[in-house]
């Protein structure tokens, strides 16, 4: 079965750290780029990472800019994210995703997208 899975997450205290992992079952990851999203209650999904495939070059939106860290390991077929100093605002539910390239791309009916991961940051 072609499937992402992501694990992760949690409840953290504003500050805290976690990281999130997507691993890739039954297909080559390193074939991909692969973002990562959030959605928030009430809110619209949004593209907050990415990293390509062809030269790991890494995309981050303004908000999670020198707190969030994407990498990739390909002999483990798994995207991290690496999220410290959390804040409210970061709690959302985080989905992983293939796509052609980070720029000027995003996941289609191709793709593929894991569950998601409930990420909770809160006193």
């Known amino acids: 079965q072609l499937q992402l899975v992501e694990s992760g997450g949690g409840l953290v205290r504003p500050g805290g750290s976690l990281r999130l992992s997507c691993a890739a079952s039954?297909?080559?990851?390193?074939?991909?780029?692969v973002g990562w999203f959030r959605q928030a209650p009430g809110k619209e999904r949004e593209a907050i990472s990415c990293i390509d495939s062809s030269d790991g070059s890494t995309h981050y939106t303004d908000s999670v800019k020198g707190r969030f860290t994407i990498s990739k390991d390909n002999v483990k077929h798994t995207v991290y994210l690496q999220m410290n100093n959390l804040k409210p605002e970061d709690t959302a539910v985080y989905y992983c995703a293939t796509q052609f390239v980070c720029v000027g791309a995003s996941p289609d009916k191709n793709d593929y997208w894991g569950q998601g991961t409930q990420v909770t940051v809160s006193s």
């Open positions: 039954g297909f080559p990851l390193d074939d991909y780029a």
